[in-house]
Structures are given as C-alpha cells and as structure tokens.
C-alpha cells in the first residue's frame, strides 16, 4: 500500500508516517517546508527515511499540488488529510488566512483526489464538531461548533463525504481531541500546554489564563496514530462514517500539571487562570472504534503517557 500523508511533519502526522512506513508501507509526505527531516526533533520519521519521499507543496498553491500530485498518479491507496492551523485563541487572530489552510486546502486536494482517480481519503477531523455538549459525546452526537477552528472541521467533513459520494471514492473521517506526547516540544505549543507540561522541557513560571477548572480528553500521539492507521486499514464497509479517536478519559488540567511537576522532579511555578481555555466537552465516547476498528488506547493513564513523553524530551536534550 501507498500512503499519501499531507502535514505528514506534524505532530500527528509524523507518527502516522511514521507507523506506516515503519510495517513497510510506502509513504509519501506533502508538507509546506519539507525540505529535509534532520533537526526538527522528528527522530521517530529518520528511523524510517528509507520508505518515506519528502515533497514541499504548499496546499494553497493548487497548481504546484495537482502536478505534483499527478506524478503519482495511479499509485497512491490512500490520502491523509492532516493539514491544520489548530485550535486556540491565535485562531481568530488570522481568520481568513487559517480557514483558507484548514478548509480550502483540504477542497484543493479534494479536487486533485476526484481528476487522478484516488480511491480513499482519510479525513483528520475533530472532537472540536461538537463544541461544548457535555462529555460522552458518540458520533451520533449532533454537530454544535462553538469556534472558527471547529467551523472548518464541521465544514470538511461535510465536504469530503459529498466528494466521496458524489464522485466514487471512500472518505472516512477521524474526529481526534486533544493530542500531547512525543514528537513535539511543550514550548512550541499554546500557552495552556505549556503550563502543563513545560516542566517536563525545562520551562518555569508559565501562566496560563484560564483552563484550570477544566477537564479534558487528552491522548497520547501514538495512541492517536494507532486509531488512525486503524481507520486506514478498516475494511470498506466504514466508508462514509465517522470515527472518535480519542483516549476516552477527561483528565483535569491542574492534575496533569501536578504529574508533570511530580515527574520532572521540580516546582516549576506554573499556574493555570480559572474557567475553560477551550469550549469543549469531555471525553469523546470511542466505543465504535474500539468495536469497528479494534482501536485500544495504550495510554488511559496520563501518569504513564507523561512519563513517555518525558523520557522522548530528555532524549532530545530537553530537561526531566
């Protein structure tokens, strides 16, 4: 199988390449910048160079797209739609410019999937669609944005599954939530993870506005790698459906800054303000993924997925 992974150099996308490439599948990366892999703290994507093809394409340049697309024509499996500016208050600081990158990036490569004849698109929505309804969320929960950042995902799953039905081609949607772990440095996050687990990376004194009287579903990359790569494989029966992959457990935010503290051996001075940081509900109910796609999170204690991730930032030179 080909696999054809756009932001295949971000946190989640890495780790998808990563898993695939890593069983033996070809895997071809888009990603605007995707020049070279050294020095990007993506060690986990050099252990696997050897089956991965690195191509610069901006998703926003539709001519530079569709001709590089066409160079694998008839021999891509799969597209993975993974490109995102994601949620947060910097969102509706650029509007216009991050809507154009999460929605008409995603129809462009839509358009290039429909005219080369691509037969699957895996779409990398998110728990964002269902705003702040309380948590246990299924799929069948009805779609309730409460951001911009949850507008483009609400609006591309609708996209995609009318290309696909319209046009022939299986689109399946992961609605993932909130991701952490390896792969990515707490200081090039917001600031609300930062506070959380900047400790584990050095970091001190960083104050977060608000999110301390929240609780969310935070999962660990691999975990939600795992899910998708599992949607990836799921047979064609689940074509046009929807899939939370998520770790299923709602985490309070001063608990998971506590662990890091705990973990890294020190007071950090992290502070969290009061109220929510994000209009969310949580945890996402992932029982369809546990039965149709046999997706089992391995890190239901944030405990242990803290600890993962702090032996990865101290394998990058980082502080514990």
Not at 122 to 148: C, K, R
Request: proline share 4%; aromatic share 8%.
């Amino acid at each position: 199988m080909s696999v054809l992974v756009f932001g295949g150099l971000g946190h989640v996308g890495s780790w998808v390449a990563h898993d695939l490439a890593a069983r033996g599948e070809e895997v071809v990366i888009f990603d605007a910048g995707a020049d070279r892999l050294e020095g990007r703290g993506l060690d986990h994507l050099e252990a696997v160079a050897d089956r991965i093809t690195l191509e610069n394409v901006d998703v926003l340049d539709v001519h530079t797209l569709f001709e590089r697309m066409r160079a694998y024509e008839g021999k891509i499996d799969c597209v993975v739609w993974g490109v995102a500016v994601i949620a947060g208050p910097s969102f509706a600081r650029r509007p216009f410019r991050n809507i154009q990158i999460n929605t008409v990036g995603m129809l462009n490569v839509l358009e290039a999937c429909r005219i080369l004849g691509v037969p699957k698109f895996v779409n990398l929505s998110s728990g964002a669609i269902y705003g702040n309804h309380p948590g246990g969320q299924t799929e069948e929960t009805p779609v309730q944005v409460t951001d911009l950042y949850g507008a483009t995902k609400a609006a591309n799953e609708a996209l995609a599954l009318q290309y696909g039905g319209t046009y022939g081609f299986d689109v399946r949607n992961a609605r993932l939530y909130f991701v952490y772990g390896p792969g990515r440095m707490p200081s090039r996050m917001h600031v609300l993870y930062q506070a959380m687990f900047g400790a584990l990376e050095g970091l001190e004194n960083v104050s977060s506005p608000s999110g301390g009287d929240q609780s969310l579903d935070w999962t660990h990359v691999r975990d939600t790698a795992a899910g998708i790569v599992a949607l990836i494989d799921a047979p064609s029966d689940v074509a046009g459906e929807a899939f939370n992959v998520s770790s299923g457990v709602a985490v309070r935010h001063d608990e998971i800054m506590k662990t890091s503290d705990e973990i890294a051996g020190r007071r950090s001075g992290m502070a969290l303000g009061p109220g929510r940081f994000f209009e969310r509900g949580a945890p996402l109910d992932i029982t369809k993924a546990r039965q149709r796609l046999g997706f089992s999170p391995r890190f239901t204690d944030i405990h242990a997925g803290i600890e993962d991730y702090a032996r990865w930032i101290e394998a990058q030179g980082g502080k514990r």
